[in-house]
C-alpha cells in the first residue's frame, strides 16, 4: 500500500501547484465562472489526494487488502475524471468535458463505500 502513499502524496503536491497556478496564474485569463470551475477541481483533487493517504495508512490497519486496493485505485481514477475534467473544461471551454465529470463523482463515492466496506470487515 506503500503505492497509495506515494500516489497520494505527489497529488496533494499537484494540487497545491495547480491551486496556486489558478489563483496567480489564471485569475486575469478566466471567466468568473470558468475560474470557480478550476478551483472546484483543486479542491475536489486535494480532498481525494489526501483520501489515498488515508487509505494507505488504513490498510496496515484493516485485512480487507483488496477492498482497499480498489478503494485506492478507484480514488486514484476519480481523481483523473473529476479535477482533470474540470482542469480541461476550465482551461479549454469545451463543455463536452463536462460530461465525463459525474464519472469521476461516481469513481470517488465508489472508492469511499469501498473503504467504508473495507472498515466494517477488518
Do not use: C
Not at 475560474?35 to 487509505?55: C, D, N, P, S
Request: no cysteine.
Amino acid at each position: 500500500m506503500k503505492l497509495f502513499l506515494i500516489i497520494g502524496a505527489i497529488n496533494a503536491a499537484l494540487a497545491v501547484g495547480l491551486g496556486a497556478f489558478g489563483a496567480h496564474g489564471l485569475e486575469s485569463r478566466l471567466s468568473e465562472r470558468m475560474l470557480e470551475t478550476f478551483k472546484t477541481g483543486v479542491q475536489y483533487h486535494m480532498y481525494h489526494a489526501l483520501g489515498l493517504i488515508g487509505i494507505a495508512l488504513a490498510a496496515d490497519k484493516l485485512q480487507a487488502t483488496g477492498l482497499i486496493q480498489w478503494a485506492g485505485w478507484f480514488m486514484f481514477a476519480g481523481i483523473v475524471l473529476f479535477s482533470g475534467s474540470l482542469y480541461v473544461l476550465s482551461l479549454s471551454g469545451i463543455k463536452i468535458l463536462g460530461a465525463i465529470t459525474p464519472l469521476g463523482g461516481v469513481a470517488f463515492i465508489t472508492a469511499w463505500i469501498l473503504l467504508i466496506v473495507a472498515a466494517f470487515r477488518g
